[in-house]
């Protein structure tokens, strides 16, 4: 029997934030739950690519936006189930024998977020995150596991210019569940910004977008 679980990174320069994903994986290679690793990378620069090969992963090259590049991952993807992750994720030990539990019943499920670094504000905007992916409003760093029929049938990530990940969220609505396992992410995007702008412009794009207004329209919020 196959394994069933494609991962999906998409990447921009991202050659220091797979260094520290890519380790925390094998543990599902080792259980046997990943078929492989995709990397859909938006134009890098850096050694990202040289990343990839050294993992064996395979790379698709297409300089568009986040959502089209996760959108073309899923296409490439041969796995029943799929795995979406940021570079510079690290998933808690132990991740394979809760995802393993809940490959039973299909669906899609997020992760708990959590950021590297000392401080009050680091654990106040993870909490602040950790708080709207329970109302089923997960950030793309939180991760998802979905099978294929499930995002089939809500059409994927839709190619948007951001918060595709909330589009993706609102589509799945209740059959998007937590599991206990934490997503541990360097807060790369949040500290050139600072934290408070940062979360600021995340929290006013999220009350634009839930009131309908088009992502076109709202505040650059890239997070690779």
Known sequence: MRAPISIIIPTLDAADGLAETIPALIEGLEAGLVRELILSDGGSSDATHAVADAAGAVWLSLPATRAVRLRRGAEAAQGDWLLFLTAGAVLSEGWSREVAAVLAA??????QLRFRGRGLLPGAVAGLANLRARLRLPLGEHGLLIDRATYDAVGGYPEVPQLEDLAIARALGKRLVGLPIVAETCPRA???????????CATLNLVRFLSGADPKTLKADRRD
Not at 106 to 111: D, E, I, K, M, S
């Open 106 to 111: 299909p669906g899609a499920y997020h992760f």
């Open 190 to 200: 949040f500290l050139q910004p600072g934290w408070l702008r940062r979360g600021g």
